[in-house]
């Protein structure tokens, strides 16, 4: 027999727990929960964001604009070379991984890889 390195049930305390996807599993009494960040899969937090030409951001970068951007109920969208200041990064949705504010249009939510910090 094969010794089961994964730990126990926090819930149970049931041997048997097994990996499924990013989740540890006990079939005893079906509890779910995530990997300790020591086991296993590395440190996920640590993620870097990159601009268009490689160069890593950080909240509170200036970041300018590439590429001409289109922006929904606007008849002109964010033009290329527009400067953004203080950008936080986030986990947006769809890529959207910064939160700025942009003059004239207001706070909405870009890529990095259609800006290029400063």
Not at 57 to 73: I, M, Q, Y
Request: charge should be negative; glycine fraction near 14%.
């Amino acid at each position: 027999m094969t010794e089961n390195s994964l730990p126990p049930c926090p819930e149970c305390a049931g041997a048997y727990t097994y990996e499924m996807g990013a989740l540890l599993v006990c079939p005893e009494c079906g509890h779910e929960w995530p990997h300790a960040p020591g086991e296993s899969g590395g440190l996920p937090e640590e993620r870097v964001i990159k601009d268009a030409v490689g160069n890593v951001l950080a909240d509170g970068d200036t970041v300018t604009v590439v590429k001409g951007l289109k922006v929904k109920g606007s008849p002109s969208g964010i033009k290329a070379g527009t400067k953004v200041r203080n950008i936080r990064l986030v986990d947006g949705v769809d890529g959207h991984d910064i939160d700025c504010k942009v003059e004239g249009f207001g706070a909405m939510q870009l890529k990095s890889s259609v800006v290029r910090k400063v």
